[in-house]
Structure formats: structure tokens, C-alpha cells
């Protein structure tokens, strides 16, 4: 189990957030409807993944819950998101061949979480997620590059998935501000402007080949 160092990443007071691989070890920590629902899925990839995305987010609620992790009352809304009563969760997990991890955080205001790995885009991916006054943001970080296009995504999508919406409002519904000197951190903070949710805050690091990041609504 890889934790996130809250000193690193500087989360607010009050949000927790996991990362977990599919080699950690941790034992699966699901519901009766969970074990049901994860029987559903016929690809392998997919079955360990949402193992790994729910052991995360329950493991986090547990503590915050003083219940076991199979005891937390995390279940599914009807957008498909998942939902804690009382509190915010959002869970994000990919895999690549035998490579699986997910990312969960849980916290008392709006929340979320997306992970990507790095991988080929298509070479104009940013005119479908920009709007013209973050053309200079994407330069500034060295142009429409893979790695730097995977970012931009990331961490519209953690918004985007804190809002609830996902991409079905358009990546162009999040405005970014990033302070960048022309080279591509490592690990930093952005702002964002979302219409209808207002302000959010992005706390986004590198870890091997995933960009991850934590999206929480600003006061």
C-alpha cells in the first residue's frame, strides 16, 4: 500500500486520499453487493480494479468511521458515482496488463480523484479540452507533448469528477492556472474555475508512469 504524504501533497484538513497497487497485498475489503456486483464484470483488469478503487475508499472511511472497512456504508448513486452518506468520496483506478492501481479519497467537501498513465494521445487532443486562454498554460509546460497533454486531462477530470458531471460537461468546462516556468513539474497545485461549481483547488503529482490528481472545492 503506497499512501499519499499529505506534507508532499498538501491536503486540506479533513481529506484523505489512497493509492493502491494490485502487488500492495492489502486484503479486498468489499460489501455482500459489492462481491455481487464485482462478479459482473468479465475482464480480469476490471474485476481488480474495482477491488482495489473500493479497498481504498473504505479502508479511508473506516478511519473516519471508527467501523471495519466492510462495515462503511459506501454505495453507488444513480449517476454511478460512488456515495458515502455525510461525506464526499471519489474513487479513479487503471490497468495495464498485470499493472493495476487505484486511487480513493474521502473528505467532507465536494472531492475529486483521477489517475492516467502516460500514453500516446492523439496530437491534437488539447483543442478538445482547452479553451483559448489556456493555449499559453499548455505551452508554457512544453507544448502538446504525451506527457504534458495527459496532465491537462487528469486534471480536468478530477474536477470534472468532483462536480459529478465527469467529460459529459467538456473538458472545456474547467478553465486551469498553473504557475509554470517553462518546465513540466514533477508535483505542484493548479486553480481551477468550473461553471457551476465555482472554485477547486488540484493538488497533482508524478508517480512512475501515472499522473494522478486530487481535485477539492475551494471555500
Given at each position: 500500500?503506497?499512501?499519499?504524504?499529505?506534507?508532499?501533497?498538501?491536503?486540506?484538513a479533513g481529506l484523505d486520499a489512497r493509492l493502491l497497487r494490485a502487488a500492495a497485498g492489502t486484503p479486498p475489503a468489499l460489501s455482500?453487493?459489492?462481491?455481487?456486483?464485482?462478479?459482473?464484470?468479465?475482464?480480469?483488469?476490471?474485476?481488480?480494479q474495482f477491488v482495489l478503487g473500493r479497498t481504498a475508499a473504505r479502508t479511508l472511511a473506516s478511519l473516519r468511521l471508527g467501523v471495519p472497512p466492510e462495515a462503511v456504508p459506501l454505495?453507488?448513486?444513480?449517476?454511478?458515482?460512488?456515495e458515502l452518506p455525510g461525506l464526499h468520496v471519489s474513487i479513479a483506478h487503471t490497468a495495464r496488463a498485470d499493472h493495476?492501481?487505484?486511487?480513493?479519497?474521502?473528505?467532507?467537501?465536494?472531492v475529486g480523484v483521477d489517475l492516467?498513465?502516460?500514453?500516446?494521445?492523439?496530437?491534437?487532443?488539447?483543442?478538445?479540452?482547452l479553451n483559448a486562454d489556456e493555449h499559453a498554460l499548455l505551452e508554457r509546460l512544453g507544448g502538446p507533448t504525451d506527457d504534458v497533454q495527459t496532465l491537462l486531462w487528469t486534471l480536468k477530470e478530477a474536477v470534472l469528477k468532483?462536480?459529478?458531471t465527469g467529460f459529459r460537461a467538456g473538458g472545456r468546462s474547467v478553465r486551469l492556472a498553473l504557475d509554470a516556468d517553462g518546465a513540466l513539474p514533477d508535483s505542484g497545485h493548479a486553480r481551477a474555475e468550473a461553471d457551476g461549481s465555482g472554485a477547486?483547488?488540484?493538488?497533482?503529482?508524478?508517480?512512475?508512469?501515472l499522473w494522478l490528481a486530487i481535485a477539492w472545492a475551494s471555500p
Open positions: 500500500m503506497t499512501d499519499l504524504d499529505p506534507g508532499t501533497w498538501r491536503l486540506p455482500d453487493a459489492e462481491r455481487s456486483r464485482l462478479q459482473t464484470f468479465g475482464h480480469p483488469d476490471r474485476r481488480r454505495g453507488v448513486g444513480a449517476d454511478g458515482a460512488p493495476v492501481a487505484a486511487l480513493a479519497a474521502v473528505a467532507g467537501c465536494p492516467e498513465r502516460v500514453a500516446r494521445r492523439r496530437p491534437d487532443l488539447w483543442r478538445r479540452i468532483g462536480q459529478r477547486w483547488t488540484v493538488a497533482f503529482g508524478r508517480d512512475g508512469d
